[in-house]
Nanobody, 130 residues
């Protein structure tokens, strides 16, 4: 079992920044991928950024590319999401997730699909006002 606890959400004005944290504990050696998802009211949960923990490879959704940065502190077993240039469309509940990697042509990668992640945090709210 893996436990994930997010923190760092809050309310900011458009153009502002926030940093989310996700502390992982338990059987973390079983994890290949960690990711951030978000869900706005009335919308599907969508993947925002992924981190392949074995190599540190990262990937981003087009909507956040260039503004958000995912990173991981191995020593602290903590995942981060630095969010800059926030806009009201970024308002959502943000979730940390952990799970295994997919394989395509022998290449391992982290999916943006929510059903590929087994472990989830409780979520943290981010609200961006215009």
């Amino acid at each position: 079992q893996v436990q994930l606890v997010e923190s760092g959400g809050g309310s900011v004005e458009a153009g502002g920044s926030l940093r989310l944290s996700c502390a992982a504990s338990g059987s973390t050696d079983s994890i290949s991928c960690m990711a951030w998802f978000r869900q706005a009211p009335g919308k599907e949960r969508e993947g925002v950024a992924t981190n392949y923990v074995v190599s540190g490879t990262t990937a981003y959704a087009d909507s956040v590319k260039g503004r958000f940065t995912i990173s991981r502190d191995k020593a602290k077993n903590t995942l981060y999401l630095q969010m800059n240039s926030l806009n009201p469309e970024d308002t959502a509940q943000y979730y940390c997730a952990a799970g295994g990697a997919r394989v395509n042509n022998r290449i391992r990668y982290c999916s943006f699909g929510r059903y590929d992640y087994l472990y989830w945090g409780q979520g943290t709210q981010v609200t961006v006002s215009s």
